[in-house]
């Protein structure tokens, strides 16, 4: 790699590095505290810099070029756009001033970079911020080439949407890999086991007991999800429209699918879920307790399979359906408790931002995330308690990639988007925990068993 190309890169990292600081705010719905915004504008100088030494490295090259070869005939420039950021020479030769402006190459949004895709491949105008813009444009004189990259902002924008507050991906312990096929080693026993890493005492001069940790590997197949939108050419008439469900829709797709795999998944092609992971715990229903309802037995006993130290990082994952019930429960206080559950004294639900003033409803203290996910009130999976750190997410580095094609529906007047993100799932754990004192087993993801 020549220095050019070097600083070059050096120029997707500063921006990758500053994207990454904006999407963390972005994420925690908070300003950028004084060490991020320090962070940036020293990010920001950097770019600055190299951008200018690029410059001048290129222009040095140009003249040189001059000197060796014949003068060419020189020609006047195709026009610009209106309102194009970018110069007749693309992006390479011109000044995007803000990390807004970097990211999106010069774009006003996603829907006046997809109306410029649509000129180029329906009526052959292309927009020179396509063309010029660094590797993104593929041939269009060849149909199976198929298009052009979209802009790194537009891309971050789906991310950013799939890993938000509401989603369990972000809650889940995921991390970045170059792999299709990640395996680590786990250790599952226990403090108190028999097997593992074990502590012994001894008498003076004795000889040490050995022992060694019990690995075991883990692979992880990662899968490609994807969301495939065929837009019309009367929906690319209208730029900001086609921004909002082309980021918006697609990113919320992406982000339910990955919460339906991370409770249902059948490993199979796809993340093995928590309901279909030998690490699940099922919590029975009581004796005399009535179809399709919850009691306020099940929360507790749900609680208490729930290991002590991963209750800290602990959320309940409920059907929407299950919320009237919720907010009915009370720990009983004096007298005999109903077969419903509904017996007075302390309630186990809390609304949004009642006592707790959390953004989210609590039980047991514990916020409560709604999501279609979980099954409907009364089976398995309509109640989940669950610690999303013990649910292992790796996914393909960069995160969700981005495509456009005019080719594919050509005589249909139709372009297509696709979005694809690689990822695999399961829980760190492959059984419960076995306990020391007790006959019943733990675990990070606890079920209410079927009420009927």
């Not at 093995?272 to 399709?292: D, K, P, R, Y």
Request: some cysteine.
């Amino acid at each position: 790699m020549n220095k050019l190309e070097e600083l070059r890169a050096r120029l997707q990292d500063i921006q990758m590095q500053c994207a990454a600081i904006r999407d963390k705010a972005d994420a925690e719905k908070r300003d950028l505290n004084e060490t991020e915004s320090k962070e940036i504008d020293t990010l920001l100088n950097d770019f600055d810099v190299t951008e200018a030494d690029i410059a001048r490295r290129e222009r040095i090259e140009a003249q040189t070029g001059k000197l060796d070869q014949p003068q060419a005939r020189r020609t006047s420039p195709d026009p610009l756009p209106q309102n194009s950021a970018a110069s007749a020479d693309g992006l390479r030769n011109t000044t995007l001033r803000t990390p807004a402006e970097r990211g999106r190459w010069g774009w006003n949004n996603f829907g006046d970079f997809a109306k410029a895709v649509r000129s180029a491949g329906v009526q052959h105008q292309v927009d020179s911020r396509l063309t010029n813009a660094l590797t993104t444009y593929g041939s269009e004189g060849v149909g199976a080439d198929g298009g052009f990259a979209v802009p790194p902002e537009y891309r971050e924008q789906i991310m950013a949407l799939v890993a938000g507050e509401d989603s369990l991906f972000s809650r889940t312990d995921n991390a970045p890999t170059v792999s299709n096929s990640v395996t680590v080693p786990t250790d599952e026993t226990t403090a108190w086991g028999t097997s593992g890493v074990r502590v012994y005492s001894r008498a003076e001069a004795a000889a040490m007991t050995q022992s060694k940790p019990q690995l075991k590997d883990m692979t992880v197949r990662l899968n490609e999800i994807y969301a495939f939108v065929p837009v019309t050419d009367e929906l690319l008439e209208d730029a900001p429209l086609l921004s909002r469900l082309l980021t918006t829709k697609a990113g919320e797709a992406i982000d339910f699918k990955i919460n339906d795999y991370i409770v249902n998944g059948t490993g199979a092609g796809q993340p093995l879920g928590i309901l279909n992971s030998g690490a699940l715990v099922t919590v029975a229903a009581e004796g005399s307790q009535i179809a399709s309802t919850i009691h306020a037995k099940n929360i507790a006993k749900m609680w208490a399979r729930m290991p002590a130290r991963a209750r800290a990082g602990a959320v309940w994952l409920a059907n929407q359906d299950v919320e009237p019930m919720l907010m009915e429960l009370g720990f009983q206080v004096g007298g005999a408790a109903a077969a419903d559950g509904k017996t007075g004294g302390m309630p186990l639900f809390v609304p949004p931002g009642g006592l707790s003033a959390l953004p989210y409803a609590t039980l047991m203290g514990k916020p409560i995330i709604t999501t279609e996910a979980c099954a409907t009130l009364g089976t398995v999976g309509d109640l989940i308690f669950a610690n999303l750190g013990g649910y292992f997410m790796p996914y393909k580095a960069g995160g969700v990639k981005s495509d456009v094609s005019m080719h594919l529906y050509f005589d249909q007047g139709v372009t297509s988007f696709r979005w694809t993100l690689r990822l695999g799932g399961q829980p760190w754990l492959s059984a419960p925990i076995a306990r020391k004192n007790g006959s019943n087993t733990l675990s990070p993801f606890v079920a209410l068993a079927t009420r009927s």
